[in-house]
């Protein structure tokens, strides 16, 4: 409809900076929302004809900026099965958002992106106007500008797709990973998008597998008297910091008319209609990157301080879909400087917590004597995941690891093409767990046998299988999920009966820093081998390694240009506190 084209184009390019040149990155496109107007118009349109080349499938259009401080927002594009936006359609969206110099030089730009991907869905299929369909699933976080962003969204795409059958449901304040969600079950249970609704999909789904997975291991316990459950908990309290994003808001719904769930359960930081506090001293990756207590968890530990002990922490981040664990125990006197905090910080990240799992599915697999070579498990880390993580599953548990780039859609590419069971998570605390097909198949196919074989083989066995079996509803395998996620974690550690200082003691983490560099241009740092080495500028790399190589065996220390922020990263592990400092500050210093 080129009338309203044009129109669109000349209303949202009202705060154009014409100079500005977007990139649809590892997380779509993320800048501060003034420069998003644009960026939202052209995007829509790009989610339209995605959806419109694959018949109709529904797309999800997610705007957020997640961890970033409330002032950015962004928006990315979800495929009809809750993955990432594929690559080719990603060099669309990065085409079209910078095409807008004039209205003919984008419309040339939209023909030319019709032509390959729409048009040619039609000729190749037959297609009829009457096939053409579009379905889009619009989600959003609590930030002050998604209102504004998401209303450009379903202008955008009711009026440029007018003359088609276009559904746009809008779900509002959602996660992320509910987003991926609700997409991909729209997509698989052939549903009418209108029709979508959290309270009869997604909340049931998790808790009922969580459920399940406790009536399985405590068979003595009955299941109406669902309270006594919490005395296997192996942990006091659960407490969870939103970092007062829409986690809070989510979460509180899931669990708002179950009394058992808020039994063990605390929210704090759980501010979401203040958007001024998004990420503020708290959420996941304010307490991974400064290895320390988010805002307000002090406080409680004051007042109640004896109980705190025993409590699980963890912190979402402001989309929900990064989580990391953390603890307190007691000092020695000697330990503490500030005599006001007598508690010791421990932080269980993404990588404790993909070996946790990995652990896990790997006793699973033997209990229901399933061997390697039936089903492959594997973990799949980035370069940030800690040295010591690393070592632990390769000569520890012998299970095999890969790293890829940073970015989920990298990790979940190997995960999916490498493995049956596949593990994978960012140091960050972003991840899950993927099962392929075959993992379905063994499950049903070994049952099968046992309940044949008459009752001859252990119980144990049977156990194992459905614990397998109830893990692969609990996870969600469309992407990293918060909520999900942890409750995978605390499933684990209630079975196994650990609590969080047994899952810290199974590997140390080396000490690690990671800074940020602000440089002229972060494009000229261009990376091989899963980030772990600098390619260009030329030479650079062989000066990190001199000096990397001071630091002894352990040390490791590696650049890499950010994909969400104007600036270059440095990572350094070492033996000592002290020797990681000074080997960060050195490379920090090289890079500048
Ligand atoms: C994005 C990625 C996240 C990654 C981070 C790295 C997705 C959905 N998100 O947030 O996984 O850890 O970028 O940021 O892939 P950086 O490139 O600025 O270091
Ligand atoms: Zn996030």
């Not at 307190?328 to 799992?357: A, R, V, Y």
């Not at 390769?394 to 979940?412: E, Q």
Request: aromatic letters at 10%; glycine letters at 6%; charged letters at 25%.
């Amino acid at each position: 409809n080129k009338e309203k084209l044009k129109e669109l184009y000349s209303k949202f390019l009202k705060n154009k900076n014409a100079n500005f040149e977007y990139q649809y990155g590892t997380a779509g496109f993320r800048y501060n929302h003034t420069l998003l107007d644009p960026v939202m118009f052209t995007t829509s349109i790009i989610a339209g004809l995605r959806s419109l080349t694959l018949g109709g499938k529904a797309i999800g259009i997610m705007i957020t900026a997640s961890h970033n401080p409330p002032q950015d927002n962004g928006v990315k594009i979800v495929e009809p099965m809750g993955e990432m936006l594929v690559e080719s359609w990603e060099f669309y969206s990065t085409q079209l958002a910078n095409s807008l110099q004039t209205f003919e030089f984008f419309e040339k730009k939209l023909c030319d992106i019709i032509n390959v991907t729409v048009q040619k869905t039609i000729i190749e299929n037959s297609l009829t106007k009457n096939d053409l369909k579009l379905n889009i699933v619009l989600g959003k976080d609590s930030r002050e500008s998604s209102d504004r962003l998401a209303e450009i969204v379903s202008t955008t795409i009711t009026s440029v797709f007018s003359n088609l059958k276009v559904k746009v449901k809008d779900l509002g304040l959602v996660t992320t990973p509910q987003l991926h969600y609700l997409t991909r079950y729209a997509n698989k249970e052939e549903i009418d998008i209108t029709t979508l609704k959290l309270q009869s999909t997604y909340f049931p789904h998790f808790k009922q597998a969580f459920i399940e997975l406790l009536k399985l291991h405590y068979k003595e316990i009955d299941p109406a008297q669902v309270r006594d459950y919490l005395s296997y908990f192996p942990f006091g309290k659960l407490v969870i910091d939103c970092a007062n994003g829409v986690g809070s808001y989510q979460f509180d719904q899931m669990i708002k008319n179950d009394p058992w769930f808020q039994s063990f359960v605390e929210i704090i930081n759980d501010k979401y209609l203040v958007p001024s506090s998004l990420n503020v001293n708290c959420g996941a990756d304010y307490v991974k990157t400064n290895q320390r207590l988010p805002e307000n968890v002090n406080g409680l530990l004051t007042q109640k301080q004896g109980a705190s002990l025993s409590n699980l922490y963890c912190s979402f981040d402001g989309d929900a879909d990064r989580v990391v664990f953390y603890y307190l125990n007691e000092m020695e006197p000697s330990q503490f400087d500030d005599p006001h905090q007598k508690q010791q910080f421990h932080l269980l990240d993404g990588d404790k917590i993909s070996t946790m799992l990995a652990k896990f599915f790997h006793d699973i697999l033997a209990q229901a004597k399933i061997s390697q070579d039936e089903l492959k498990l594997g973990v799949v880390q980035t370069a940030y995941a800690n040295g010591s993580s690393t070592l632990y599953l390769k000569d520890n548990l012998k299970i095999p690891a890969s790293c890829t780039k940073t970015g989920v859609k990298h990790l979940h590419h190997e995960a999916v093409s490498q493995y049956d069971i596949g593990v994978y998570f960012e140091a960050n605390g972003h991840g899950t767990v993927i099962f392929s097909p075959k993992v379905y198949k063994v499950i049903e196919a070994k049952l099968e046998s046992i309940h044949k074989s008459s009752g001859e083989r252990v119980p144990k066995e049977i156990v194992a299988l459905k614990t397998l079996k109830l893990f692969t509803e609990l996870i969600n395998q469309s992407v990293g999920d918060a909520i999900s996620d942890m409750l995978s974690v605390i499933a684990v550690l209630i079975i196994s009966q650990k609590n969080a200082e047994d899952w810290n003691k199974e590997y140390k983490d080396l000490p690690n820093r990671l800074i940020k560099v602000i440089v002229d241009d972060r494009t000229v740092f261009k990376t091989t081998n899963a980030e772990r080495q600098l390619v260009s500028p030329r030479g650079l790399q062989e000066k990190i390694d001199g000096i990397v190589a001071k630091y002894g065996p352990l040390a490791r220390s590696f650049v890499r240009a950010s994909g969400t922020e104007d600036a270059v990263r440095v990572y350094a592990e070492a033996k000592s506190t002290e020797e990681v400092e000074a080997l960060v500050a050195e490379v920090g210093e090289l890079v500048k």
